[in-house]
């Protein structure tokens, strides 16, 4: 049985990640609220929410989990002709919630969203305090492709992207593999595998040497 969280309860109030289960792989908990408070307690205890419009929210945590080293990235020579010759420009924090609106979109393969308004307003929050930050491909003054999530410590949390050209996306997360280089962030979440991010250099990590990256929650100052 998975724990049942109270908006009242204290934003830390996370059952053991043990006792997530194996089928949904990865579920531990629901309800509580998406306050910035719970929503860093969560991130810093390797826990995410994933809901669908009508359920309560879900909190998560997958074993293994997916993730990216940047620099074993996987940046392909098409990739690189393909910023190169496309005019494709690498912004971060341009337009935030642009980027999360566009990721919330109904796209061909799958109409539905879990980007629910409640979480782009509480993304938005995140990115208002210093924690959401998104990575952005413009073309002039398009927004074209794009990615958003949360930085903690020497972890970004990526959360989900988008593409309106061939290639943008990649470019987005080649941009955010650049900086986690040059900012010393040291992994890239992804959540979940998928044949995509295999492509581009994901690898399953198990939760236990997850969680050694991550900083200490009462370490996080909401600001």
Request: glycine residues 8%.
């Amino acid at each position: 049985m998975i724990t049942w969280l109270s908006p009242a309860d204290p934003p830390d109030s996370f059952p053991p990640l043990e006792s997530a289960l194996r089928d949904p792989p990865g579920l531990l908990a629901a309800g509580g609220d998406l306050s910035i408070a719970r929503l860093l307690a969560a991130y810093a205890r390797g826990i995410f929410p994933w809901y669908s419009p009508g359920q309560p929210v879900l909190w998560w945590s997958p074993d293994p989990r997916e993730v990216i080293f940047p620099q074993q990235f996987h940046r392909s020579r098409s990739l690189t002709r393909s910023m190169r010759t496309r005019g494709f420009t690498l912004h971060r924090n341009r337009d935030f919630e642009a980027v999360v609106a566009a990721c919330a979109a109904p796209r061909a393969a799958s109409p539905g969203t879990w980007i629910t308004p409640e979480m782009q307003a509480a993304y938005a929050r995140l990115h208002q305090h210093g924690f959401a930050h998104s990575f952005e491909i413009w073309r002039g003054d398009e927004l074209v492709g794009g990615l958003y999530g949360v930085q903690l410590g020497r972890v970004f949390f990526g959360e989900s992207m988008f593409s309106r050209q061939t290639d943008a996306s990649k470019a987005a997360l080649a941009g955010l593999a650049e900086h986690c280089m040059a900012h010393c962030i040291e992994l890239i979440d992804c959540q979940l595998p998928s044949a995509h991010l295999r492509s581009l250099g994901s690898q399953p990590m198990r939760r236990h040497e997850f969680l050694g990256f991550l900083p200490k929650p009462d370490g996080i100052v909401s600001r």
